[in-house]
């Protein structure tokens, strides 16, 4: 019986972390999502009385609904996935390929996702939380296509 490599195992590890990472940001979105459509209502508008801030913001708007709409929807869309690269990410345990493949194209689409987190208004610990999740992403992906990790299917 052939022992796993590390690298694998190091790869599944981080990719797990990742997505514990993304759903800590996706968490932080849910609780505070009128604050950050506020906020980033306030950071585009203007006024003819100087800046806007976001007291000043009507939450009731169609603009703040719609916002807010769009923030929740991408949050659970980044539980889901954030869950289903959790799944991916124990299945590849066993050296599949696919499953492997799968997990980084998760991974690097939610690597561009954290590169739009730069351009609009988020929770402070979302931020946070896109620091090491960048590392971690960056890790498993290379990790998962290592000549080891790769070797491991082929002698199972």
């Known amino acids: 019986m052939n022992r796993r490599p590390a690298t694998l195992t190091s790869a599944v590890a981080a990719a797990i972390a990742a997505a514990g990472l993304?759903?800590?940001?996706?968490?932080?979105?849910?609780?505070?999502?009128?604050?950050?459509?506020k906020e980033q209502i306030a950071a585009s508008a203007t006024s003819s009385d100087g800046p806007v801030t976001p007291e000043m913001v009507d939450t009731g708007s169609e603009r703040a609904t719609n916002l807010v709409t769009i923030y929740t929807s991408m949050a659970y869309a980044t539980i889901f996935w954030s869950l289903v690269l959790v799944l991916l990410a124990w299945l590849a345990l066993r050296g599949g390929r696919a499953t492997r493949v799968f997990s980084a194209l998760i991974l690097a689409f939610s690597l561009l996702m954290k590169a739009a987190d730069l351009f609009i208004a988020i929770p402070t610990l979302t931020l946070i939380a896109d620091v090491p999740f960048v590392v971690l992403a960056l890790a498993a992906i290379v990790l998962f296509f290592m000549p080891a990790s790769n070797a491991y299917r082929k002698t199972r």
Not at 22 to 29: E, K, Q, R, Y
């Open 22 to 37: 993304n759903l800590i940001g996706a968490i932080a979105i849910l609780t505070s999502s009128m604050d950050v459509v």
